[in-house]
């Protein structure tokens, strides 16, 4: 998976929608293999866009957890964490 495309359910305060439409993005650019698209293909890229994030939404939103809500703090802090020990040299 894209490493810049993080986990989006289950957190408090719960998902934005400019986090939902970051993930979309991030996705979209993935899987076409490129970051701009050409004006030829600009109206089916952001088509894609709006409609994975439109889907994504409907998906947290259905979302069902037993587990309590994550902490976005304590999340970043545990990826800081990893990112150190994966980086330290």
């Known amino acids: 998976m894209c490493r810049n495309i993080r986990p989006l359910a289950n957190f408090e305060p719960p998902v934005t929608d400019d986090e939902i439409e970051a993930a979309a993005l991030q996705y979209v650019r ?6 701009r698209p050409s004006r030829a ?19 947290l939103a259905a979302l069902v957890s037993s587990a309590p809500p994550k902490d976005r703090e304590v999340e970043a802090a545990k990826a800081r964490q990893r990112a150190a020990a994966r980086y330290a040299s």
């Open 30 to 35: 993935k899987i076409s293999g490129v970051t």
């Open 41 to 59: 293909n600009a109206e089916a890229f952001d088509r894609a866009v709006a409609e994975v994030a439109e889907a994504s939404s409907r998906l």
